[in-house]
């Protein structure tokens, strides 16, 4: 990231940003990025500035890191509702865990098994249907 640790006027940004063209600069990691654009935000008192002003800020942010107006605009937001510009934590989306298992409806089977007489006459084994059936994954509510 280019350290800028002079803060420019208005009228020298306005400058710099009409003098650099087509030239873009972009960004090594995301967390340099975000802490650049928070420590830019602070020097130049983003919230306090005239629209005009922020609109030139503004400006001067896209062609420094490359970010659409739109992700620019989140970042700005975040920093006025929280001082900071910061990643989100990440959080992994998991599914719950099953609570039936092939286990349990193969112990449910033998337990009923020995209960009933008439299950009993149900041929059970490693290769029958009904192991087949009962190895399944089931799902309990």
């Known amino acids: 990231m280019v350290s800028d640790t ?16 087509n030239v873009s600069y972009r960004r090594k990691r995301r967390s340099e990025t975000y802490a650049w654009i928070e ?16 609109g030139l ?23 006025r509702r929280t001082g900071h510009v910061r990643l989100p934590d990440y959080q992994r989306h998991r ?6 298992s092939r286990v349990s409806g193969v112990k449910v089977f033998t337990k009923a098994r020995k209960a009933s007489p008439l299950l009993q006459t149900i041929p059970v084994g490693p290769r029958s249907p009904t192991c087949a059936r009962l190895t399944q994954k089931v799902d309990l509510p």
């Open 39 to 54: 420590n830019t935000l602070r020097r130049y008192g983003y919230p306090s500035r005239p629209r005009q002003e922020k």
């Open 95 to 100: 599914f719950p865990a099953n609570v039936g």
């Open 6 to 21: 002079r803060v420019m006027t208005m009228e020298e940004l306005a400058a710099f940003l009409l003098s650099s063209g």
């Open 57 to 79: 800020i503004r400006k001067y942010l896209e062609k420094m890191t490359g970010y659409s107006p739109a992700q620019l605009s989140r970042l700005i937001a975040q920093y």
